[in-house]
């Protein structure tokens, strides 16, 4: 079954001005770097300091139990903890008090009965949290152009065209072993319109090799379609167990919808 | 000792049975949807688990399985359970999450005795990426610490104990079987000798267990299993040909001894060919690429299990194609260290798939299987774990029967390559994926939810339980306990004090904690000083599970002081075939002490004198007193309890009575007898005398020596105070008075004397005594004057009652002071009267 990561609660602004919050304790958070690696970010009331709500959670005076008032980014997988009691690993005991709102940064510690998360950063309470979900979204979207701008600066090849055929590839041209892992390598053919990186080849054909195997090492690598017209990000990818000396797209960001050419080019143009 | 019926009694009334017959009991199987109720959305595809039961302490559980973090955070998550796996939590604590399986491959294990927790996983991020990690307390929720970061390998598959004696021990030696791809003798196993604390790589090296060409690897699976004595199996399938679908494989089985130490340590079971590695079978078509259901078959698997009791007994089971289209699982077994194998299959199982075996501290095997059943859309997946004492008989119970087409996956992977199934003490502990739809039906023995389902309509519900969520694949932790008897003995037996010579008892009580019914064959004693009553319908004695059976136990004191002995319970707990139970009791004797004064004091004649004592037992057991007495007519016991029994660290009064037949001091023996075993007479001096007598005497005086000139016969008058201080003796003080009428021309002489007597009775017990007297006195004559003087004397006295006598006395007194000599004698009737 494929899993993606959508994320609740999101309206992507097409606001790029840098986000200027107000931190708590003191200084200016990292918005970005907080939206990057925190999963959980919500509104809450602090309810018991040096607490937690379930009984897996070492013991320690920076738990907090706190309150989930509003959920403003989550994994859709888990489903909606609004109104529910969360216990909170804080960065600092005392960073705040009994009875305080704040909105919280979080990534995921422990699952039980409820959850247990571990506080990135917070920020002081909003009476409107319109302005942070925009903020929160529009560092989002610049992660992820971050992300793909890496994959771009990695890139070999980048190819705007249309897959025209797929093939296997024999055993004997990879030296793979037998094992429930195997990618099930193939190899497929795009005819170029537009070349974003690199040079055409002669023929106007880019080959590369791609992980057809739904096999839990490569079920989110992409699956191209005969047909697809896309853009590919193509790169000598070298996962350190897999050793192949050949284009390949394997990482879910080496295929773009075409649609997106655009961004691909400005950020080629101007890498982040 | 009690008797019969006190007993009886107590039998009736103690929380005991004694079962008529042997009922049949069944296992007590739990199956648990492990998916915490916080992650009722999930539908993730929860395959390919993995168990750890901490083996000293089962209520510490870890599990596996393909779970992604539930917010995609950079470590997966193990499953955390430490009430025995009754409830869970998803703890992410193992590097390189891939956001929709976690890790890889991953399988887990815990040390014998450190609660050190191991993992062998490949990295979800990366491809065939091998770490080895551990964890000292798993549930502090703290990244685990890796100790090995190797390429190229595939499905590792950890096992682990702990040295308990000899060289090494306390020691965790920890094994992990996996596919060293980088080598085309792939088979390879890591092992530590020494993993728990050491740091990175905390020992850890390969040893290839390939010693045959292969066709270029060896399979994926290498499994290992061990047995305290150091003896270490491994199992993988030696490929010989590597055309998919169907690979050639032989099946072979290698082992190490002294728990594989040295250069070449899975080198101590050797093939037909003189090569390290037994071949159980060979040329054996396995299927690989194709599916089974929606599950992949990959040539995955194998299992292996040594006997607790014998690492000479080895169980295997492998799968290949025995058909054209089947998936057939093979069980066989080695009574020779893996020399030699089964001929036949001891179980054969078609159309199945993830084998996992394991054996309990009883030698029962365990087995569990996934069996796919049924035909299109009616397939099911059967989740089976039979079980058997002899491999030849097997229970079969089905834990899970759910539908193969739904939930529909969309990987390759379904159920997984593997589940596993591992024994501690009797009872087994396994895990499996199956789907998750809340269907009671599907579950025969049963089954809980964590995640909120409504069984009703047999739907998963989200995290607020407000809608539904599709069916997915989940891992279900089962454990099983044996129907095997377990005797309990709830500590020792302390019979107390028992009397030297005498017989005391106590309870035994043998409880049955276990499933099954508890038969007890006999019960021996380490010391003849204590036995075990026979029950009356004898042994053996078969007690249900969760009762008792109250035991005498009787003690027979050969001296005093601490005694103790073992007890030996024979039984059928596999377990406990003999349970030792130490018995401790106390000799003891009776120890008399007669307490109080003897001493009445001073007793008035004219009334009586009493004096309570007490016969004391102050030994450990009861003193038996037969008498108390006092030969005497002045002394009389007035309270006499005896004879009785004088409980230990108690006592019984005596009152003594003294009514003085005779005036004076007077004394008597009393005694007590008794079985006290030093002192079994006790004699008491009873004393108390009567106060001092107040006499009056009067008679006639006659002067003699130079009073005699001047004086003739007179009257005499004495007051005497009498005080016996000995039986013959007294003191008796006078105050006397004389008149002796003058001679002619010669005034009459008055005579006033005080003297100081001695008194000496010559024969105190006739009716008429005869005393003598003598002392000194003062004198005053007038006229006259002072004189110092002495008089002697003898008399009769007759008793009169107890309270008079009367008495006739002489006396003649003579001055030393006056000269001439002044002297003159007394014969006086007199009249005692005692106080």
């Known amino acids: 079954m494929r899993k993606s990561l959508p994320f609740l609660c999101l309206s992507v602004s097409g606001l790029l001005s840098s986000v200027q919050v107000q931190a708590q304790p003191a200084g200016s958070p990292n918005l970005l770097e907080w939206v990057r690696e925190s999963r959980f970010v919500f509104q809450g009331t602090v309810r018991k300091l040096g607490a937690a709500n379930m009984a897996a959670i070492p013991a320690s005076p920076a738990n907090a139990v706190v309150n989930v008032d509003q959920v403003i980014v989550a994994p859709e997988k888990l489903g909606d903890f609004t109104g529910r009691e969360i216990t909170v690993a804080l960065l600092r005991a005392e960073s705040l008090e009994a009875g305080q709102r704040a909105v919280f940064f979080t990534v995921g510690w422990i699952y039980g009965e409820t959850l247990a998360v571990r506080e990135v950063g917070h920020l002081d309470a909003r009476q409107d949290l319109g302005a942070l979900r925009e903020q929160i979204a529009d560092a989002r979207r610049r992660n992820d152009e971050q992300d793909l701008a890496g994959r771009l600066a990695h890139a070999e090849l980048v190819v705007v065209g249309r897959l025209v055929r797929i093939v296997p590839v024999r055993q004997e041209e990879t030296h793979l072993p037998v094992t429930e892992h195997d990618p099930d390598l193939r190899r497929a053919l795009v005819r170029v319109e537009t070349m974003l990186k690199g040079q055409a080849p002669p023929n106007g054909l880019v080959s590369f090799l791609f992980a057809n195997s739904r096999d839990v090492l490569w079920d989110r690598s992409p699956k191209p379609k005969v047909g697809q017209n896309a853009v590919w990000i193509l790169s000598r990818d070298e996962r350190k167990g897999l050793k192949l000396d050949a284009l390949t797209a394997f990482d879910p960001l080496d295929v773009q919808p075409r649609e997106r050419q655009e961004v691909l080019y400005r950020l080629l143009e101007s890498p982040l | 000792m009690k008797s019969p019926r006190v007993l009886f009694s107590s039998l009736l009334l103690a929380p005991c049975l004694l079962a008529a017959t042997v009922q049949p009991a069944r296992a007590q199987i739990r199956v648990i949807d492990i998916v915490p109720n916080s992650q009722s959305n999930e ?3 929860d395959s390919e688990p993995n168990v750890a039961v901490d083996p000293s302490n089962p209520l510490r559980v870890a599990a596996s399985a393909f779970t992604p ?42 040390g014998g005795t450190s609660g050190v927790l191991y993992t062998g996983i490949l990295i979800g991020t990366d491809f065939l990426h091998l770490n080895i990690l551990r964890a000292a307390d798993f549930t502090l929720a703290t990244p685990m610490t890796l100790l090995v970061d190797r390429f190229s390998e595939d499905q590792p598959y950890v096992q682990a104990t702990t040295v308990l004696s000899g060289s090494g021990a306390g020691s965790d030696r920890v094994y992990i079987g996996n596919n060293n791809l980088a080598n085309s003798q792939s088979a390879t196993i890591d092992l530590s000798l020494d993993a728990a604390t050491a740091p990175t790589p905390a020992g850890f090296s390969p040893f290839v267990i390939e010693t045959r060409t292969t066709a270029g690897q060896d399979g994926p699976p290498i499994r290992p299993a061990i047995h305290s004595d150091g003896t270490v199996y491994g199992i993988f399938y030696r490929l010989t040909t590597l055309t998919a679908p169907n690979l050639t494989a032989d099946v072979v089985v290698v082992r190490a001894d002294g728990w594989g130490t040295g250069a070449t340590p899975f080198a101590a079971l050797l093939g037909a060919d003189g090569l390290a590695g037994r071949q159980v079978v060979t040329g054996r078509t396995v299927p690989f690429g194709i599916s089974l259901g929606q599950n992949r078959l990959v040539a995955s698997n194998l299992s292996i299990a040594v006997d607790p009791r014998s690492s000479d007994r080895v169980y295997c089971a492998w799968a290949d194609l025995v058909g054209a289209t089947d998936y057939t699982l093979h069980v066989r077994r080695s009574d020779d260290r893996g020399v030699t194998w089964s001929a036949s299959d001891l179980l054969t199982i078609t159309n199945a798939t993830n084998p996992a075996l394991a054996i309990n501290t009883g030698g029962r095997v365990g087995f569990l299987y996934q069996q796919l059943t049924g035909a299109g859309s009616s397939q099911r997946w059967q989740t089976h774990l039979r079980r058997s004492n002899d491999g030849t008989a097997w229970t079969d119970d089905l834990l899970a029967d759910t539908p193969a087409n739904t939930p529909a996956s969309t990987t390759s992977v379904y159920l997984g390559d593997y589940d596993h199934l ?70 020792g037996v302390d019979l107390g004090q ?32 204590f036995t075990v009553t026979a029950p009356s319908a004898g042994y053996p004695v078969v007690i249900s599970h969760d009762f008792c059976f109250p ?19 024979s039984s059928n707990d596999p377990d406990h075939p003999n349970t030792s139970v130490a018995v401790l009791g106390n000799g003891a004797e009776p120890d008399i002490r007669v307490t109080g004064s003897p001493d009445l004091g001073v007793v008035s004649a004219w009334t009586h004198g009493e004096k309570t004592l007490s016969v004391c037992d102050t030994g450990g057991c009861g003193l038996s007193v037969a008498s108390a007495s006092a030969g005497c007519a002045d002394f009389t016991l007035i309270h006499n309890p005896f004879p009785a029994t004088v409980s230990h660290d108690s006592c019984l009064d005596l009152v003594v009575r003294f009514t003085p037949t005779r005036p004076g001091l007077r004394s008597c023996n009393l005694t007590v007898s008794s079985d006290d075993p030093d002192t079994p007479v006790v004699s008491r001096t009873l004393t108390a005398r009567t106060p001092p007598f107040f006499s009056l005497h009067a008679g006639l005086a006659n002067p003699h020596g130079a009073l005699h000139g001047v004086a003739k016969q007179g009257s005499t008058f004495n007051l005497d105070l009498v005080y016996p201080f000995r039986p013959r003796w007294a003191w008796d003080v006078r105050l006397g008075f004389s008149k002796l009428d003058g001679r002619s021309g010669h005034p009459d002489t008055d005579l ?33 004057a002072f004189e110092a003087g002495g008089n002697v004397g003898f008399g009769l006295k007759v008793p009169v009652g107890r309270r008079f006598a009367l008495e006739a006395t002489y006396n003649y007194h003579s001055t030393f002071t006056a000269a001439p000599n002044l002297a003159l004698d007394q014969v006086q009737l007199g009249l005692l009267i005692s106080f």
């Open chain 2, 43 to 45: 539908t993730e595809i």
């Open chain 2, 69 to 110: 973090d539930p917010m995609s955070g950079p470590n997966a998550p193990i499953y955390v359970s430490t009430d025995g796996g009754t409830t869970w939590t998803l703890s992410s604590i193992v590097p390189g999450n891939d956001p929709t399986f976690g890790t890889g491959d991953i399988t887990l294990r815990f």
């Open chain 2, 422 to 491: 591992m024994a501690i003490g009797k009872d087994f502990y396994g895990i499996f994926s199956a789907a998750n739809m809340p269907v009671l039906a599907s579950f025969p023995s049963g089954v809980t939810f964590q995640r909120n389902v409504d069984t009703a309509t047999g739907t998963l519900r989200n995290v607020t339980n407000t809608g539904t969520v599709s069916p997915s694949i989940d891992p279900f932790f089962f454990s099983v306990k044996e129907p095997a008897p377990q005797i309990q003995v709830p500590g």
């Open chain 2, 498 to 529: 028992a009397c030297v010579g005498a017989n005391d008892s106590g309870t035994l009580n043998a409880c049955n904690t276990g499933i099954a019914d508890l038969i007890v064959d006999a019960i021996t004693s380490s010391s003849p000083r």
């Open chain 2, 551 to 569: 035991f005498q136990v009787v003690f027979n004191a050969a001296a005093t002081g601490p005694q103790s002995a073992t007890l030996t319970i």
């Open chain 2, 752 to 784: 006033a004397s005080l003297s100081a007597n001695a008194k000496l009775t010559l024969n105190p017990g006739a009716p008429v005594h005869v005393f003598l007297n003598a002392g000194l006195g003062l004198y005053h004559f007038d006229p006259g």
